[in-house]
Nanobody
Framework: QVQLAESGGGLVQAGGSLRLSCAASGRTFSSYGMGWFRQAPGKEREFVAAISGNGGTTYYADSVKGRFTISRDNAKLTAYLQMNSLKSEDTAVYYC?????????????????WGQGTQVTVSS
């Protein structure tokens, strides 16, 4: 099992930047694909970005491509989401998630482990 804890959320003006961190427990962090999802009030939780265990493959939702960057440091057991050029529509609770094994990293239901979430609010 792995436990996840997000940090780095907050209030930022439109056009600004934030970096979210997801700290994981356990010694097999590099075995887990990691994903970031977000959920705005009244909406479904949606995929934002994902990264393979070795960091060699990344995926992004079209809405964040070119603005957000996912990365990971397996030595520090941490995944990151660098968010630039933030827009008001990026306002949501952001969750990190982890999964083992093969399969799509973009599907919410493929992830077994979730953090508690961190609020990101972008003011226009």
């Amino acid at each position: 099992q792995v436990q996840l804890a997000e940090s780095g959320g907050g209030l930022v003006q439109a056009g600004g930047s934030l970096r979210l961190s997801c700290a994981a427990s356990g010694r097999t962090f590099s075995s887990y694909g990691m994903g970031w999802f977000r959920q705005a009030p009244g909406k479904e939780r949606e995929f934002v970005a994902a990264i393979s265990g070795n960091g060699g493959t990344t995926y992004y939702a079209d809405s964040v491509k070119g603005r957000f960057t996912i990365s990971r440091d397996n030595a520090k057991l941490t995944a990151y989401l660098q968010m630039n050029s933030l827009k008001s529509e990026d306002t949501a609770v952001y969750y990190c998630a982890a999964r083992l094994g093969l399969g799509s990293l973009t599907l919410r239901y493929s992830y077994a482990y979730w953090g508690q979430g961190t609020q990101v609010t972008v003011s226009s």
